[in-house]
């Protein structure tokens, strides 16, 4: 796989993260947080059973790699499952979006911290962008938020979301080291049993007299959409993406999570958009593009990697 292709899978599992973010604030209303998380883990699991498989070229996982995986899910799927769906349920999109502006710059750090990667100056200055970009929507919050924005848990609910944010920048920072060892649609295959798992009993406590009579067909729709996004697309893109760009660069496309948020915030929840949101979009991206262009290498360089 190339860069291009390689930036492009992730970009667009931070934008799929993104939309299922906005839209699990209704599949929120109409399921109890644990059992909308274990129903997510269930579906998802249903429809990669055959990824669980070791391929044929694939040595055997040493404890090492089986601790990853546990720590992969226990964090990137079980904590971020909870921290989100508890946030969103109690601030808006757009704030969400805002708090998670903070991802790559967590990104970034971590993989400094762990990975020991150099941060070169320019993924710095796209880090800089993402975070100028999305915290200008701090400043245009839309003037419709719902109802439960303007409550007193608000700040509970962007906390959490917080919380959801060093999650998903310790997935990125595990999900590396990982791509070592195992094909990408494994780690997807094996880090989701894992959160089925570890959700399995406050999932059926909460499945427990619960009237599933009563949910919509649509919300039932919605909540396929979820769990194959958050459960089969996004982890197989990201980790896919993973396998050619450093953990510090992926970082940056996580900025397609809160700009994703905000759109669908803005386009299906009923919240306004506004010149200043059209700019800290267009800031964001920036930033992208910033840490995707192609390097320019001296010849002597170039020719002894050929």
């Not at 939309?19 to 399921?31: I, K, Q």
């Not at 921290?83 to 971590?110: D, E, R, Y």
């Not at 197989?236 to 900025?255: D, I, K, N, Y």
């Amino acid at each position: 796989m190339n860069r291009p292709t390689a930036y492009g899978c992730l970009a667009l599992s931070m934008a799929l993260v993104g939309s299922y973010v906005a839209l699990s604030r209704p599949l929120t209303a109409a399921l109890p947080v644990f059992l909308l998380a274990w129903l997510r883990f269930g579906i998802g699991g249903l429809a990669m059973l055959h990824w669980l498989k070791k391929p044929a070229g694939e040595a055997p996982m040493t404890n090492h790699t089986r601790r990853l995986v546990f720590l992969e899910s226990l964090i990137g799927n079980f904590l971020f499952s909870i921290c989100m769906l508890f946030g969103v349920s109690l601030t808006s999109a757009v704030s969400a979006g805002v708090v998670m502006a903070a991802i790559p710059a967590a990104v970034a750090f971590l993989s400094w911290l762990v990975l020991r990667e150099r941060i070169a100056p320019r993924i710095w200055g796209a880090i800089g962008c993402a975070m100028l970009g999305i915290g200008l929507l701090a400043v245009a919050r839309p003037a419709h938020a719902p109802a439960s924005a303007a409550g007193h848990q608000a700040w509970l609910g962007n906390l959490l979301v917080f919380g959801a944010v060093l999650c998903e920048a310790a997935y990125a920072v595990i999900g590396k080291k990982l791509t070592d060892a195992l094909s990408p649609r494994r780690i997807t295959a094996l880090i989701n049993l894992w959160g089925f798992a570890l959700m399995t009993p406050f999932g059926l406590y909460q499945a427990w007299g619960f009237d599933f009579a009563a949910v919509a067909p649509a919300t039932w729709l919605l909540l396929v959409f979820y769990a194959l996004a958050a459960s089969v697309w996004t982890v197989w893109l990201w980790m896919t993406g993973l396998e050619r760009v450093p953990a510090s660069q992926g970082g940056v496309f996580t900025v397609m999570l809160p700009v994703s948020a905000a759109l669908v915030g803005v386009l299906l929840l009923g919240e306004t958009l506004d010149g200043l949101h059209l700019l800290a979009f267009a800031v964001a991206l920036l930033g992208v593009l910033l840490a995707t262009l192609p390097v320019r290498r001296p010849a002597a360089v170039a020719a002894a990697t050929r």
